[in-house]
Each structure stands twice: as structure tokens, then as C-alpha cells.
């Protein structure tokens, strides 16, 4: 399986950012798709995650400013991230996997995607 993510960038604070995130390959094995982030100095950190049949889940500190969809036919994950804060400010890896609960452990990553927001 190969991800392959689009859309980082500057943007000042409040701004927006809609990543996107491709997958390829032996997409079968694929039904959680999602987000993580990591910022300098921290750890990586689930953004946002989406399974196929359209559950999700938040990071509290995204809730209410990030949305997170998913076109199945496309095999495409998107990230819309409104409200941008400096605290947004990381590289964004695009995961996928079985499960949300699994993906990081043992899917697959996209490159990262470089998010910074100024204040």
C-alpha cells in the first residue's frame, strides 16, 4: 500500500488547510484511514482517523475546527482544518490500516506533510 499526501503549506493564524491523502496498492487490506501529526519536540499524535463506513474520531484539541472525510471510490482521505492555530503548527502523516486502533502500529504511512501556522 502507498499513500500519498498533498496540501501542507504557511497560513496565518485562522486560516485554512485541506490536506488529501491517496492510497494505492493492496487497498483491500485497508479500512481505517486517517491523520497523525507530529510537532518539534513532541510526540506523534492522532489528529483524526475515518473508517470506511464513516465513523470517526477527534483529538480533542481538533474537535469543532478539523473535519475529516473520505471518498471510498477514491480511496482518498481529506483533512479540512479550519481555525488554524500556531499550536496546528507540525508535519502531518497521512496512516492507514485495518483499524483506527491498529493503523499506527502496524499500517501504512504517507509522507509527511509540513503544516505551519503563523501568528
Known amino acids: 500500500v502507498q499513500l500519498q499526501a498533498f496540501g501542507g503549506g504557511l497560513v496565518q493564524a485562522g486560516g485554512c488547510l485541506r490536506l488529501s491523502c491517496a492510497a494505492s496498492g493492496s487497498i483491500f487490506s485497508i479500512n481505517a484511514m486517517g491523520w497523525y501529526r507530529q510537532a518539534p519536540g513532541k510526540e506523534r499524535e492522532l489528529v483524526a482517523a475515518i473508517t470506511s463506513g464513516g465513523s470517526t474520531n477527534y483529538a480533542d484539541s481538533v474537535k469543532g475546527r478539523f473535519t475529516i472525510s473520505r471518498d471510498n471510490a477514491k480511496n482518498t482521505v481529506y483533512l479540512q482544518m479550519n481555525s488554524l492555530k500556531p499550536e496546528d503548527t507540525a508535519v502531518y502523516y497521512c496512516?492507514?490500516?485495518?483499524?483506527?486502533?491498529?493503523?499506527?502500529?502496524?499500517?501504512?504511512w504517507g509522507q509527511g506533510t509540513l503544516v505551519t501556522v503563523s501568528s
Open positions: 496512516n492507514a490500516g485495518a483499524s483506527i486502533a491498529t493503523m499506527s502500529r502496524y499500517g501504512y
